[in-house]
């Protein structure tokens, strides 16, 4: 088989929502070598981690004591870039 011979190739463009760069790391972490040359891992100062832990447990707390829009509210501010309105539209399809 040969390209653009026995099947088109048709380039349309970067599709709706498709990212040009992804960013891999946090911004608490930074990519730490490993034993094989193409592997990374990321590592933090464990400051993020701390932060992460006491919120997850008062989303917990919040979801234990059925407080749904407290609990959104946390969510979001602990990650700023979690949309409910597309996670809840998934939930209810299934």
Known sequence: MEPDRD????????????????RLWHES???SRTEFEKILVARTNGHYDAYLMKNLKEIL?????MKREAMMGKINEVIPTYSSQRNAKSVMAN
């Open 7 to 22: 099947i088109p190739i048709e380039f349309t463009g970067k599709r709706p929502g498709e990212k040009i760069f992804e």
């Open 29 to 31: 972490e930074y990519p």
């Open 61 to 65: 707390e919040l979801a234990e004591g």
